[in-house]
């Protein structure tokens, strides 16, 4: 059976370019027998659900049933077997590296260069043959630092799936709250799943009886770990979250992890990447082989009832000290014009003005301006200064949506524990430590005369010395201090990905229709 006709068996266009043709056996051995690299292989297969794939996509029970001791190939079927194993190891090594759906499907647009992909298949057969079939599965695992310490929070919410301390409902809270020194019936369980998730270091010697300090800072690290006011009192909030089962912890991230091996790891020294429900932004560098994290810092991000942030990959090219703000001709139709037909003193007062298709300027708010603006002809834009929206430093990637990373006049906002409050641009909260990394290749720029620079009241414009990658991202599952993180479904897009995933698909050594992506 030559290649064309095994992948109109199995209907996968999305992974041609994956699947190769059989040259030898790879699974048997001299006898036509499994190896032992058979049985290493049906041994990932079956323990796909580690890294959030299922078995039954690979038929793994399948696979492992023609191994169990006594059973042997026959003569004339131990070829197509090897063919068929061989299929449906190169689809879970695929789908390993790169996931099942199109990131296009889930409304993000990843397209910038990227770390070159492994030939998958090639791989395995030269694994296989040199006696180290682990080293195809080391070139299919996703390189993101954070992949395996994920993979390893999977598991242990997996092993976490059927503790008993979920499998009863606490009883309500005294007054809605539970505070220092307070007495609960539910104290015993609450001390059992902050121990069973790594909370509570140790385990009470016996039942509690009040709600006493070790308690409380189990309390306050959950808190921590999920996006939650660390105040160390057990309210609603909380509790919910505690409620949560470990297999729903699992399913989540799972997700996140599927939403690694969608995501292209910059080839780039350096690179940024925006975690969206997270609310953070992260500096990293290759180094030495790998990629480890160089800072972190909180940011604002769209708000996730009307500008939501996209999800995208670009390049950040240069830094505006000072920015105009160019208010974008939506804002400026929906809101700003509106404002200035109730108050046309608002122009001024917000340091605005109205800049024409020749690039001159008026500040006189008449009903024609504003028809101008309405129709295009004119726009608004807001001088540099203290109130300007974008503050006293804009990072640009040059993109169609017109995003960009900027600082804020609105300071006090990084405090708040959910901080979706933007247009759909990103606010940073630590804009000199950004400067002075990106501009790390030009000595002349010290944080002294970053900080100079800001504070001028004229724009001045600076090219970066090497273009530096910005993904922004979208994972409600992150790891720190090698702690798992985990963070609401802002925009709904957790759903999404699971409705995606939850679609029919069929083993892959059958000859059924697989659903993929491209």
Wanted: glycine share 8%; hydrophobic share 45%; proline share 9%.
């Amino acid at each position: 059976m030559n290649a064309a006709v095994r992948l109109a068996a199995v209907g996968v266009l999305w992974l041609a370019p994956w699947l190769s043709a059989q040259a030898q056996a790879l699974w048997l051995d001299a006898q036509g027998q499994p190896n032992a690299a058979a049985h290493e292989a049906v041994r990932w297969l079956t323990q796909a659900e580690r890294d959030g794939l299922r078995p039954a996509d690979y038929d793994a029970a399948r696979w492992a049933r023609s191994l169990e001791p006594g059973q042997r190939l026959p003569a004339d079927g131990a070829a197509a077997w090897d063919a068929a194993l061989t299929r449906a190891v190169e689809r879970y090594l695929h789908e390993l590296r790169h996931g099942r759906v199109p990131p296009s499907q889930l409304g993000a647009r990843y397209d910038s260069a990227s770390l070159p992909a492994p030939e998958l298949p090639a791989q395995l057969r030269a694994a296989v043959q040199g006696g180290r079939p682990a080293d195809a599965l080391r070139a299919a695992t996703p390189p993101w630092p954070q992949y395996p310490a994920l993979r390893d929070a999977l598991v242990h919410h997996q092993q976490l799936a059927d503790h008993p301390a979920w499998r009863t409902p606490v009883p309500a809270l005294p007054g809605h709250k539970l505070q220092g020194g307070q007495r609960w019936a539910g104290l015993a369980t609450l001390a059992a799943r902050l121990h069973a998730l790594g909370d509570l270091g140790a385990a009470p010697a016996t039942e509690p009886d009040t709600f006493d300090p070790a308690l409380q800072d189990a309390v306050k690290a959950f808190q921590e770990r999920h996006g939650l006011s660390a105040d160390g009192v057990l309210g609603k909030a909380t509790l919910e979250a505690l409620d949560v089962p470990p297999a729903a912890r699992a399913r989540q991230i799972a997700l996140a992890l599927e939403r690694l091996r969608l995501t292209p790891l910059p080839a780039a020294a350096r690179f940024v990447t925006v975690n969206v429900p997270e609310f953070m932004l992260r500096a990293w560098e290759h180094e030495a082989g790998a990629v480890h994290e160089a800072f972190a810092m909180r940011v604002i991000v769209g708000k996730a009832v009307s500008t939501r942030t996209p999800l995208f990959d670009e390049d950040m090219l240069r830094i505006e000290f000072n920015p105009y703000w160019n208010i974008p001709p939506s804002i400026a139709r929906g809101e700003t014009v509106p404002k200035l037909r109730a108050n046309p003193g608002y122009l001024a007062a917000q340091g605005m003005e109205f800049v024409g298709p020749g690039g001159q300027t008026s500040s006189a708010v008449t009903p024609e301006m504003l028809d101008a603006v309405q129709a295009g002809q004119w726009r608004v834009r807001q001088r540099p200064g203290r109130l300007n929206a974008l503050g006293d430093i804009k990072f640009v990637l040059p993109n169609s949506q017109n995003i960009y990373l900027h600082h804020t006049p609105s300071v006090s906002l990084f405090s708040r524990e959910r901080r979706d409050f933007s247009h759909g641009c990103i606010r940073i909260e630590e804009p000199v430590a950004l400067a002075q990394w990106v501009l790390a290749g030009d000595a002349a720029w010290t944080e002294a005369r970053i900080r100079q620079t800001m504070g001028q009241p004229r724009p001045v414009t600076v090219a970066l010395p090497t273009p530096v990658p910005v993904l922004i991202v979208y994972r409600t599952v992150s790891v720190r201090g090698g702690r798992v993180h985990f963070a609401p479904d802002l925009y709904r897009q957790d759903a999404l990905l699971e409705r995606a995933l939850a679609q029919p698909r069929h083993p892959a050594s059958g000859a059924g229709t697989v659903r993929g992506g491209s």
